[in-house]
């Protein structure tokens, strides 16, 4: 039926027969068909499938397709959008329907609700088998098991909901324990690529952007949120706009390269430091940043009620360079009006505190469960 439409005379065997051959090819051993619906208008016919290893000549897996067809009086109609196809292989849909259907006509289902997860009865041996022994373990194996656990889990087939699930019946020590391990965890691998995304001298503005954008963290402590919107005047879009946590003023934020050219050169004949060529036209940009910002403060105000006044930016760019440059830096930020450059290298220890606050908690953690442990 691959064009989908057969003649009126056709009888449901002719049909079945048509079925059949578009199915076969040397991939099917055999064909089993059963009619599930017979008329008189709609028609439901299951084709199972022996597919085998074409090389070999041994069995992979089956393929079960239930179609269905409505007979009318220009002929025979394939419905598309009515018929399924299960899959035999991993998973197993066809073995999951039928332990399913086995279940409820066995009636061992009667006292259950909602979702039903199914798995053989030589699976669920062996997960018995682990449950009985989860209570004879040490603490340590049992958190080993979890990671295993964990390991395993399909993110295409998890959702939050799933785990808010199985995490509503943990205590609230256990439940903080996660919290602060996954945040460790996620924080750590975050901050790795970063320190990745610096040593690598091709890494582009982008995707530096993408990166902090993804973990705002970074930014410290001093930053309660970071703003999605990033035009904020006709002409200009911005990198990112932050909330600063003490006051909700908002703060520019420009992202450059971790180029490793000096940010500031040295001039002999006056011993002293001026900047780059390379800096120099990034602090021409968001001067014109913050100019074109406050120049709309009051439609920014009446339009998104943030209020831009006297607003600050800040430069993500470079690298630390020497101890003179280092020092240069600091000096360039004091006579600086509105605007700070922080270099990669500064950006990097500024997430390793962060970071280093959740190992405070860590620590603190374990001390409270080494103290319960005491008797007395």
């Known amino acids: 039926m691959s064009q989908g439409q057969l003649p009126a005379e056709y009888t449901l065997e002719d049909v079945k027969i048509r079925i059949t051959k578009s199915y076969k090819n040397p991939s099917v051993r055999t064909i089993t068909q059963a009619v599930l619906k017979e008329g008189p208008r709609a028609f439901k016919i299951a084709t199972l499938m022996e597919v085998i290893n074409p090389q070999t000549n041994e069995f992979h897996h089956n393929n079960l397709k239930i179609d269905h067809v409505d007979k009318k009086k220009a002929g025979w109609f394939y419905e598309a959008d009515k018929s399924v196809r299960l899959e035999g292989k991993e998973p197993d849909e066809i073995e999951k329907l039928y332990l399913f259907l086995h279940a409820v006509y066995e009636k061992s289902l009667e006292d259950s609700s909602g979702e039903i997860h199914l ?22 194996d049992k958190l080993q ?73 970074m930014f410290g402590s001093e930053y309660s949120e970071l703003l999605p919107r990033k035009t904020w005047t006709r002409d200009d879009r911005l990198d990112y706009m932050l909330r600063k946590t003490v006051d909700d003023y908002l703060e520019i934020v420009e992202i450059k390269t971790a180029f490793t050219e000096p940010l500031f050169l040295h001039d002999a004949s006056h011993n002293s430091y001026y900047p780059s060529s390379k ?45 003179e440059h280092q020092s240069a830096l600091r000096n360039f930020n004091a006579h600086l009006h509105r605007i700070e450059i922080l270099t990669y290298d500064q950006l990097i220890r500024i997430a390793e505190r962060v970071l280093s606050v959740f190992s405070s908690i860590e620590k603190e953690l374990e001390d409270q469960v080494e103290s319960d442990d005491i008797p007395f």
Do not use: C
Request: hydrophobic share 35%.
């Open 119 to 140: 798995i053989t009865s030589a699976d669920y041996a062996k997960l018995e088998n682990v449950l009985a022994a989860i209570s004879n373990i040490t603490e340590s």
């Open 145 to 217: 098991l979890v990671g295993n656990l964990l390991s395993q889990l399909d993110e295409n087939k998890s959702n939050l909901e799933m785990f808010i699930k199985a995490f509503q019946e943990s205590k609230s020590e256990t439940l903080k324990y996660i919290a602060t391990a996954s945040r460790l965890v996620d924080y750590s691998q975050a901050l790795d690529k970063l320190r990745e995304l610096v040593e690598n001298p091709v890494t582009t503005e982008r995707q530096f952007q993408d990166h902090l954008e993804e973990h705002p963290w």
């Open 279 to 323: 800096l120099s036209p990034v602090l021409g940009q968001v001067t014109r940043y913050i100019e074109e910002v406050e120049r709309n403060r009051d439609s920014i105000l009446a339009k998104d009620g943030f209020d831009t006044l006297k607003i600050r930016a800040r430069v993500i760019v470079g690298r630390d360079g020497s101890k």
